[in-house]
């Protein structure tokens, strides 16, 4: 039998989180079970049968037994699932009872909004959600590029994600002897297919990247000349070419170089953030000056001006505790108004905290 699920939303994971965070174990008995897209779910069976026979040994009766009834309900529950859900699959179990003796038995298993990366087994007096909290991280996009004449991949950096979107094969010979052509003619036709594989790539880049929203910027690797080569002569639209934001040597065009170029950029990417937000945050203060009925800071202007839907841009330090300002985000996401998260690394930043932390640019004057 094979029973179906289907990926929690944002708002659901956000809320399990939450409730699976403030539980805690009466002792290391609240079993974590992670299985990655992709993984062979029987193989996960039998480990945790494995397990069952390891968790006979626990000296304490209760916990033994808990632990034993915590990996049989798991157990039952991968068989009824027969298979690996797209995203992978995190189950909880344990008896969450805070009264010595009593049981509380409960299971939660969760398909997640994107796909699940971690491979874990963990009995412990608390469950461990770190895969699942990093997926509720605001994340910033970054289109990749590693190209030189032979091949190119296409990737995109999510957060701390790498993911490969598209690898493409240029088909330019390499040093082979041109036979009975001169060698001049066999090098405009090496230039020409060069040029042609460019403009392959081109498309590819548009096709990957022109309608995503919040790709923030393209990162470019590759060998010195070509890289450059790319740029003048591959023909990418304006509105992406805008968006390069660094350029990387490289000698390699894979899925190697793709991890290389992240590893590389770390400069790049901190820039562009710093950049990014102090910009931001210069547009809001010279709002405040110049058009002050067309912003909101502090906790009840901000609110008021959410629940008349005049949000149009949303600002919250990073300072506070995500518990804090979870009614602030889920009212912005009702009404479409963007979101921006604004850190203290900076002058700006931290003036913003100092103001309030809470602040908003509005559609209207209110």
């Given at each position: 039998?094979?029973?179906?699920?289907?990926p929690v939303s944002i708002d659901?994971?956000?809320?399990?989180?939450?409730?699976?965070?403030?539980?805690?174990?009466?002792?290391?008995?609240?079993?974590?079970?992670?299985?990655?897209?992709?993984?062979?779910?029987?193989?996960?069976?039998?480990?945790?049968?494995?397990?069952?026979?390891?968790?006979?040994?626990?000296?304490?009766?209760?916990?033994?037994?808990?632990?034993?009834?915590?990996?049989?309900?798991?157990?039952?529950?991968?068989?009824?699932?027969?298979?690996?859900?797209?995203?992978?699959?995190?189950?909880?179990?344990?008896?969450?009872?805070?009264?010595?003796?009593?049981?509380?038995?409960?299971?939660?298993?969760?398909?997640?909004?994107?796909?699940?990366?971690?491979?874990?087994?963990?009995?412990?007096?608390?469950?461990?959600?770190d895969p699942l909290q990093e997926m509720?991280?605001?994340?910033?996009?970054?289109?990749?590029?590693?190209?030189?004449?032979?091949?190119?991949?296409?990737?995109?950096?999510?957060?701390?994600?790498?993911?490969?979107?598209?690898?493409?094969?240029?088909?330019?010979?390499?040093?082979?002897?041109?036979?009975?052509?001169?060698?001049?003619?066999?090098?405009?036709?090496?230039?020409?297919?060069?040029?042609?594989?460019?403009?392959?790539?081109?498309?590819?880049?548009?096709?990957?990247?022109?309608?995503?929203?919040?790709?923030?910027?393209?990162?470019?690797?590759?060998?010195?000349?070509?890289?450059?080569?790319?740029?003048?002569?591959?023909?990418?639209?304006?509105?992406?070419?805008?968006?390069?934001?660094?350029?990387?040597?490289?000698?390699?065009?894979?899925?190697?170089?793709?991890?290389?170029?992240?590893?590389?950029?770390?400069?790049?990417?901190?820039?562009?953030?710093?950049?990014?937000?102090?910009?931001?945050?210069?547009?809001?203060?010279?709002?405040?000056?110049?058009?002050?009925?067309?912003?909101?800071?502090?906790?009840?202007?901000?609110?008021?001006?959410?629940?008349?839907?005049?949000?149009?841009?949303?600002?919250?330090?990073?300072?506070?505790?995500?518990?804090?300002?979870?009614?602030?985000?889920?009212?912005?996401?009702?009404?479409?108004?963007?979101?921006?998260?604004?850190?203290?690394?900076?002058?700006?930043?931290?003036?913003?905290?100092?103001?309030?932390?809470?602040?908003?640019?509005?559609?209207?004057?209110?």
């Amino acid at each position: 039998m094979v029973e179906s699920t289907n990926p929690v939303s944002i708002d659901e994971l956000e809320e399990l989180v939450e409730l699976l965070g403030s539980i805690r174990g009466r002792h290391t008995e609240l079993v974590t079970v992670l299985i990655p897209s992709g993984h062979n779910i029987n193989t996960v069976v039998d480990q945790l049968e494995a397990e069952k026979s390891t968790a006979k040994n626990i000296k304490s009766t209760a916990t033994r037994k808990n632990v034993i009834e915590a990996l049989e309900k798991i157990t039952r529950q991968l068989r009824l699932l027969g298979r690996t859900p797209k995203n992978g699959v995190a189950i909880y179990a344990g008896n969450v009872s805070q009264v010595e003796g009593q049981e509380d038995m409960q299971m939660w298993t969760i398909e997640p909004p994107e796909e699940l990366t971690t491979r874990l087994y963990r009995c412990d007096q608390v469950f461990v959600l770190d895969p699942l909290q990093e997926m509720l991280e605001v994340k910033e996009l970054y289109g990749l590029l590693v190209i030189d004449r032979k091949e190119a991949t296409i990737g995109l950096l999510e957060g701390k994600k790498i993911k490969i979107l598209q690898k493409l094969q240029s088909g330019v010979p390499g040093k082979i002897r041109a036979g009975g052509q001169s060698a001049a003619r066999y090098s405009r036709v090496i230039e020409g297919k060069a040029k042609d594989f460019f403009k392959k790539v081109a498309e590819a880049m548009k096709e990957n990247f022109f309608d995503m929203k919040n790709l923030k910027g393209i990162i470019i690797g590759g060998p010195m000349p070509t890289k450059d080569d790319f740029l003048k002569e591959g023909n990418m639209v304006t509105a992406l070419k805008d968006k390069v934001i660094g350029m990387k040597d490289l000698g390699y065009a894979d899925e190697h170089g793709i991890d290389l170029l992240v590893e590389s950029s770390g400069d790049i990417l901190k820039e562009q953030e710093i950049t990014y937000e102090k910009e931001l945050l210069e547009k809001f203060f010279n709002m405040l000056g110049k058009e002050k009925e067309k912003t909101a800071y502090g906790v009840e202007p901000v609110k008021k001006a959410l629940e008349v839907a005049a949000v149009d841009t949303l600002l919250l330090s990073k300072k506070f505790k995500k518990d804090d300002i979870k009614d602030f985000i889920k009212k912005a996401e009702e009404t479409g108004a963007k979101i921006e998260h604004v850190s203290v690394d900076t002058e700006e930043g931290m003036q913003f905290w100092n103001l309030s932390g809470l602040g908003a640019m509005l559609r209207y004057a209110l």
